[in-house]
């Protein structure tokens, strides 16, 4: 059959989840996945024989509770294990733990100041309070501004009716929260500097800023918004890894009739008259819908995938200036045995969450120092995880599986005349380097290790420059500003394409919203809803 309803281009999550919904809602869908493979950044795969890692995505909590019941994922594997916490060790030889647990939590931050383990709670419960005000703005669609038709002028009255109900004190604060810094906006709650330096990591993650650049405290305010079975900002790690989040979205696609082809990259979009027709696979065979849905970034799929004479000057430009400065690696290791940190000798509950090194505010300033200067960092800020502790069948008993989020690693190395290919065995150095500090048994019990700079994650994955968020959450390419303005509310200037990936809002992270959001656009258009 080469002609259908619906056409989804990519089969990472978002595109999973759009070709779920689209098919869930009577249409007749085909995904076309260029790897071997769905998924995307969400996949596993074996380092050494009986050892998985979650090569590039590694964790779960943005992935909306209404999709999870919509699609009924629980039924097709989706089990997700929450992490217990953030363990920050310290050159001191001290460890400061943020448990789930708010008894323990408070008896470590006691151990730095009484002020800070007063004002924790209370961060959390504002944090929450301006999560719900940006939660609602996940699940919309963003207005087109300055438009006069009924839904786009019902959809600004209804933004603006949400936010004057947050009232004049938590608006305020939101707002503030919108155009500070993480740094400084943790500034103004706690005095000890690692643990100012550990939250203000969750606002660097994936972007190529400081913890001192204005627009980092909303993406602080993003990571804050993850919820596993109603606990809010839960982190979970799925059994099998990342790869089988992938696998359980694919499961619901073909449940509700999705048609799903992998070894099937697309070529170009194919238009007629100013419209979608469908698309021309690597190879040549052409296969046509009524309409198309991209869930790869903007870049590859205006750029990429259409001639520049299809759309209007003004698009193309926008969609060129739109940013993307990948700034990130992953490092993922086979252990013999479990890492021995200074701070908190041998096995325990430590481990069993995130592992977060960010020492002090000064570190992550140098790391980004770094990568300002078109180098990879020397002494980086590293998100580790060890997913064998919670799920033993990632390795063999005894062994261990480690990931490691590194960050800072610019793509452009050197202002763009570096080599990724000659620095990547540096960087995972430099990596293992700076964890060995805190853990120095570390270098004798790896057995293997994956290096990914932004290079192979571009290579692998096809996300341009290895952002991982297929764009930077900067404040200018937010809400009805993403990726576009005019074009932020998942039509294009091509009628019957339309865009479902990260790089238009509500943005990137395992989320779903951006797949579900772009298959109900369709969905209207094509009248089935």
Known sequence: MNRYDDIVIGGGHNGLIAAAYLARGGRNVLLVEKNERVGGATYSEEILPGFTV?????????????????????????????????????????????WHDPAKTRESLLQFSRRDADNYPLFGLRMHH??????????????????????????????ASHFSGLGDQRFHELARLMTASAGDYLDRWFETDALRATMAASGIVGTFLSISSPGTAYVLLH??????????????????????????????????????????????????????????????????ADQVASS???????????????????????????????SSGKVNLALDALPDFTASPGPGPHLRGAISISP???????????????????RPFLDVMIPSLIDPGMAPP??????????????HLNGGGGDWDAQRDAFGDAVIGTLAEYAPNLPDIILERQVLTPLDIERRTGLTEGNIFQGELGL??????????????????????????????PGGGVMGAPGKLGAEAMLRAAGAV
């Open 54 to 98: 979650t090569v590039f995505s590694y964790v779960v909590s943005l992935l909306r509770p209404q999709i999870i019941d919509d699609l009924d994922l629980a039924r097709h594997g989706l089990q997700l294990q929450a992490l217990d916490g953030t363990f920050t060790p310290l050159p001191d030889g001290r460890a400061l733990t943020r």
């Open 360 to 378: 002090d505010s000064l570190t992550l300033e140098r790391a980004y120092d770094d990568a300002k200067y078109g180098r990879f960092s020397r």
């Open 398 to 411: 005894g062994k261990h599986v480690m990931s490691i989020f590194v960050q800072y690693a610019p793509y």
């Open 130 to 159: 301006l999560g719900q005000g940006i939660r609602k703005l996940l699940t919309m669609t963003p207005p087109r501004v300055g438009s006069v038709r009924p839904r786009e002028l019902g959809a600004l009255v209804e933004l």
């Open 476 to 505: 200018d390419q937010l809400f009805f500003l993403r990726p576009a303005a005019g074009w932020a509310q998942f039509h294009t200037p091509i009628r019957g394409l339309f865009q479902c990936g990260s790089g238009v809002h």
């Open 296 to 326: 790869v970034d903007p870049r590859r799929t205006f750029l990429g995938m259409l001639d520049a004479d299809e759309l209007p000057g003004e698009f193309v430009e926008a969609i060129r200036r739109y940013r993307f400065q990948g």
């Open 223 to 288: 990571h804050y918004m993850g919820e596993i079975d109603g606990a809010s900002r839960s982190w979970g790690f799925q059994r099998g890894g990342m790869g089988a989040v992938a696998e359980t979205l694919a499961s619901a696609a073909r449940s509700f009739g999705a048609e799903i082809r992998t070894n099937a990259g697309v070529e170009r979009i194919l238009t007629s008259g100013g419209r979608a027709a469908g698309v021309v696979l690597e190879g040549g065979e052409e296969v046509f």
